[in-house]
Each structure stands twice: as structure tokens, then as C-alpha cells.
């Protein structure tokens, strides 16, 4: 089972930051946050990803809390082509953990 | 750079048939993983090949078989279709070696049984 909880869905509009929230209060301390998402008819497109401290890329940034048990991830300058389901997962090191996908987040972005 | 690759993107069955889809990992990875995603979920792992041995395996009966060939390329079987498998296949690449290597997916193969 998925270990975060995520809303359903969210809207934004075009040119303003979208912010998806991510709560994960059982991540372990070897446990990665990842987040990935994927459009319409496309497959799943990796992100970002991090252990504690915040991580910024050409793409998003991604803030997580001190206590590590809820994440933000930004879009800085949300455009249509956003619009998207954001999934956000947890994930150790060991060999035999798995990327568990949830239900994600449906991201819409407004003209 | 080429990216992930999946062959077919469409696929039509009958019920009882057998089907196989194939996957081309992103260049540089050596090894494959596929989930399956059934219309508005998210996508459930199958299982995942290293070194041409299945290493783990999602909650999945036998009826789904993998391989994976020395050039890392990996095909999925489904034996013995059933209108449930009906959904996205999805493939996905990354390094064995490097723990938290995000996974590179590629755009699916829809199979349709009817």
C-alpha cells in the first residue's frame, strides 16, 4: 500500500505557483521522498527526489518538513501543459524496496 | 539520448489468448521494471528483472511471466487473458546499482481484451 496521503486533486492558475502538498508520517529515516508525475496518455515522468534537505531542479522544487512526515512540492510558474496527475512516494534504499504508486494528486491548471 | 521504448502502443486480444509486450530500457540502464495500470489508478508493480533473473515481484499471479535478455531489453508475458488485464502496461528503467536511481518509464502499451 502507498504510505502517503495525497489530495485528490488541486487547481491553479497558469503563471501562478502550484503548491501540491504530500504527507508520508510513517517515512522511515532511510526513505526517500519522490515525486513523479504523469500526463494524459503518457507514462509516468520522474521529477524530483530527496532525504531531508530541500531540492531544487530545472523542473520544481521540493520542500520537506524537519520532521520529515509531509512534503510540498512547487511549481514555480505553473503552465497548461502541468495539467497532470502528481504522485508522490516513498522509497528506502534497500535493494527490494519498490516505487508504490497511490491515487496521486490531479493537477489542474486554469487559463 | 534514446528513452524508454515499448512495443506495441496498442494491442487487441480475446479472452484466452496469450500476449507479448516489449520494452527497451533508457541507454545506460540495466534493468527493467513493469507496472500495470488499470483506467484512473495509479500504476501497480509486476515485477523486475536484473542481471536476466526476475528479482522482485508485485502481487501477481503466474499467469504473468517476464524475461530479460543480456542487451537488458525485457518482455512481458500475459498467459490465459482475462477482460481484467485489460489496461496500460508500463515499462520502466533504471540502475541496479545506484539506490535511489529514479525509474524512466516509457509511454505504455494499451492492451485491450475483449
Known amino acids: 500500500d502507498a504510505k502517503t496521503t495525497q489530495p485528490t486533486s488541486m487547481d491553479c492558475a497558469e503563471g501562478r505557483a502550484a503548491n501540491l502538498p504530500c504527507n508520508h508520517s510513517t517515512i522511515s529515516g532511510n526513505e526517500y521522498v519522490y515525486w513523479y508525475r504523469q500526463i494524459h496518455s503518457q507514462g509516468p515522468q520522474y521529477i524530483i527526489h530527496?532525504?531531508?534537505n530541500n531540492e531544487t531542479n530545472e523542473m520544481a522544487s521540493l520542500i520537506i518538513t524537519e520532521d520529515r512526515k509531509s512534503s510540498t512540492l512547487i511549481l514555480p510558474h505553473a503552465t497548461l501543459r502541468d495539467t497532470a496527475v502528481y504522485y508522490c512516494i516513498v522509497k528506502g534504499v534497500n535493494r527490494d524496496d519498490k516505487i508504490i504508486f497511490g491515487k496521486g494528486t490531479r493537477l489542474h491548471i486554469l487559463p | 539520448d534514446a528513452g524508454v521504448t515499448q512495443s506495441p502502443t496498442h494491442l487487441i486480444k480475446t479472452r484466452g489468448q496469450q500476449v507479448t509486450l516489449r520494452c527497451s530500457p533508457k541507454?545506460?540502464?540495466?534493468?527493467v521494471s513493469w507496472y500495470q495500470q488499470a483506467l484512473g489508478q495509479g500504476p501497480q508493480f509486476i515485477f523486475q528483472y536484473y542481471e536476466e533473473e526476475e528479482r522482485q515481484r508485485g502481487n501477481f499471479p503466474d499467469r504473468f511471466s517476464g524475461h530479460q535478455f543480456p542487451n537488458y531489453s525485457s518482455e512481458l508475458n500475459v498467459n490465459a487473458l482475462l477482460l481484467g488485464d485489460s489496461a496500460l502496461y508500463l515499462c520502466?528503467?533504471?540502475?541496479?546499482?545506484?539506490?535511489?536511481?529514479?525509474?524512466?518509464f516509457g509511454n505504455g502499451t494499451r492492451l485491450t481484451v475483449t
Open positions: 541507454s545506460g540502464h540495466d534493468t
Open positions: 530527496g532525504l531531508k
Open positions: 520502466a528503467s533504471s540502475l541496479w546499482w545506484a539506490e535511489t536511481s529514479p525509474l524512466h
